[in-house]
C-alpha cells in the first residue's frame, strides 16, 4: 500500500520565520504534489515535481524532490499570514487513476 | 467562472435519509472524482470515473453511488446515511487521470453533517 507521511501535522510560527514541511514514503511515486488548502475551500495545486533531485522554486516557497523519488519537501522563506493553510502533498497511485494524499500540515502564521 | 462547481455546499440531515450531492465541471476534462475529507483533514479517494465510466470504487459502501451522465457531472447519492458519513466531501477533475504533470482541480466541497 502506497503512503505518504506528512511532518510536522501543525506548525505555528511567527511572520519573519523559515519553515520545512516533510513528505515521506517507503514506495517509489512517478511524481509528487503539493497543493494548499484554505478554509471552506478545495486544495489547489502548487507545484508538480518529477525528476528525482529536482528543486522547484515558486516566489518564497521551494520543493524539492529527493534523488529516489520517495520524499518531498516544502521550505516557505519568511513566512507570511498569508501562507496560512493547509499543505498537502499528493501523489498518483500505481494505476495512475487517483491522487493519494498524506495527512497534511496545518500551517499558522502570526503577524 | 467556476471551474469544478458543487450543490449544496451545506447539507444537514438525519441519519438514515437519502441525499444527493452534485458536481459539474466547464474544464472540458474526461475524468471526475470523489474524495471525502474527516474530521482530521485526511482526504482519500471514493471514487474515479473517466469518460462516463467508473474507474475505481475505494472500498466505499454500496449506499454511495456515483452517477456520471456526460463527461462533465458526476453526482453522488447516499442511501441510509449514518453518522459517520459526516465529512466534506470534494468533487475534482482532471485531464487523463492522475500522474505526470496533470493537474486535479477541486470543487469548493460539500459539507455534509448527520445527526
Known amino acids: 500500500t502506497q503512503l505518504l507521511e506528512q511532518s510536522p501535522q501543525f506548525l505555528s510560527i511567527q511572520e519573519g520565520e523559515n519553515l520545512t514541511v516533510y513528505c515521506n514514503s517507503s514506495?517509489?511515486?512517478?511524481?509528487l504534489q503539493w497543493y494548499r488548502q484554505e478554509p471552506g475551500e478545495g486544495p489547489v495545486l502548487l507545484v508538480t515535481?518529477?525528476?528525482?533531485?529536482e528543486v522547484k522554486k515558486l516566489k518564497r516557497l521551494t520543493f524539492q524532490f529527493g534523488d529516489a523519488r520517495k520524499d518531498s519537501s516544502l521550505h516557505i522563506t519568511a513566512a507570511q499570514p498569508g501562507d496560512t493553510g493547509l499543505y498537502l502533498c499528493a501523489g498518483p497511485n500505481q494505476a495512475g487513476t487517483a491522487l493519494i494524499f498524506g495527512k497534511g500540515t496545518t500551517l499558522s502564521v502570526s503577524s | 467562472d467556476t471551474a469544478v462547481s458543487q450543490t449544496p455546499k451545506y447539507l444537514v440531515t438525519q441519519m438514515g435519509n437519502d441525499k444527493s450531492i452534485k458536481c459539474e465541471q466547464n474544464?472540458?476534462?474526461?475524468?471526475m472524482y470523489w474524495y471525502k475529507q474527516d474530521s482530521k483533514k485526511f482526504l482519500k479517494i471514493m471514487f474515479s470515473y473517466n469518460n462516463k465510466e467508473l474507474i475505481i470504487n475505494e472500498t466505499v459502501p454500496n449506499r454511495f453511488s456515483p452517477k456520471s451522465p456526460d463527461k462533465a457531472h458526476l453526482n453522488l447519492h447516499i442511501n441510509s446515511l449514518e453518522l459517520g458519513d459526516s465529512a466534506v466531501y470534494f468533487c475534482a477533475s482532471s485531464q487523463g487521470g492522475a500522474g505526470g504533470t496533470r493537474t486535479q482541480y477541486f470543487g469548493p466541497g460539500t459539507r455534509l453533517l448527520v445527526l
Open positions: 474544464l472540458g476534462h474526461d475524468t
Open positions: 514506495s517509489v511515486f512517478s511524481s
Open positions: 515535481v518529477v525528476t528525482g533531485g
